[in-house]
Structures are given as C-alpha cells and as structure tokens.
C-alpha cells in the first residue's frame, strides 16, 4: 500500500482510511482477484471489463483503497479518458465490510478527485444481471443516470453504462 494520499472519511460507523495504492500489497492482490472471479461467474470473457493488476497499473488509472485500521475495506479507481472525461474502475468493497457504506464513501472520494482534476463528467460501465442491481442502485442515488456506450465501449446485452456530470 502507497500512502501518498491520505484521507480520512466515515463510512457508516466505520472510520475509513482512504490511501493512494501501488497495487503492491498481498491485500489488495487478493481483493482484485475476488472481484475478478466474482465478475467471471457473472459475464461471458468478451463482456467483462474489470481490470486485472497489470491493467491498473497502466498511468492514466488512479487506484485508491480504503483501510478499516490494517484491514482492506474496499477499492475503487479512476481512468483519465480525455480532458473532461473519467471513468470509475474496480470498486469493489470487501465481503467483510459490505452494508457499511465503503463504496458510497469511496464513490464519494472518487468524485471528489474527479472534480479537482477538472473532469465535467464521470461515466462507468457494469452488467445487466440481477447481480449488479445493487451496483446500479448506488451509482443511480449519487447522480448518475443511464446512458450509450461511451469510450471504446459498444453495445452488448450484459453491460450498462452510467454518467454523471460534475
């Protein structure tokens, strides 16, 4: 973990720690494995978008994760598209946090971050299936709405696509 940000927020009753991570640690590792396997199970290879390690180490993607005391809560990261354009990448809360509020606070930082950048707009892409409702759900209560395809992304019957405007 890579503390070079280092930002303190509540999620729920839980003090959350939020770092600038380098994706080094054996935390952080398992966590995305998770959410690899996880997603697998729930697209087909050719409609799932969910970075591995080596892909969010590329420079224009900024992970944070967020530390309940030495214990991983969640994830989530930011990729420069243009100028005015982000997109959210691998959030992911923990299963040992879920119900606490750790996405919404992470989500919460992630917009924060964007907005200082100079972003005017936030979009993501998640499934369709029933899985990730709860997903659509958070995105959809802090602003975001559905929208086409954007970026690189095309249509297909197991992805959503959601932008907010900062």
């Known amino acids: 973990m890579s503390s070079n940000t280092d930002q ?5 009753s839980t003090a959350l720690r939020i770092v600038l991570d380098d994706l080094s640690g054996p935390e ?4 995305l494995t998770e959410h690899l396997s996880e997603l697998g199970a ?7 978008h969910a970075l591995d390690l ?13 530390w309940d005391g030495d214990t991983l809560a969640g994830c989530a990261a930011l990729e420069h598209l243009d100028d ?3 997109e959210i990448k691998s959030m992911r809360t923990a299963a040992t946090h879920k119900r606490r509020g750790i996405a ?27 899985f990730f409702i709860p997903a659509q759900r ?24 959601m932008t907010r405007a900062l």
């Open 28 to 31: 952080i590792a398992a966590l």
């Open 138 to 161: 958070l995105y959809a209560a802090h602003g975001f709405e559905f929208c086409e395809p954007f970026g690189d992304y095309v249509l297909d019957p197991y992805s959503r696509f």
């Open 104 to 130: 919404s606070t992470l989500l919460r930082h992630l917009l924060s971050e964007a907005t200082a950048r100079g972003y005017r707009r936030v979009s993501l892409e998640t499934g369709t299936q029933d």
């Open 42 to 48: 729930q697209s087909p290879a050719e409609s799932m």
């Open 8 to 12: 303190s927020a509540t999620a729920g």
């Open 84 to 86: 005015e354009h982000a």
């Open 54 to 66: 080596d892909a969010l180490r590329r420079p224009e993607i900024t992970l944070w994760s967020g």
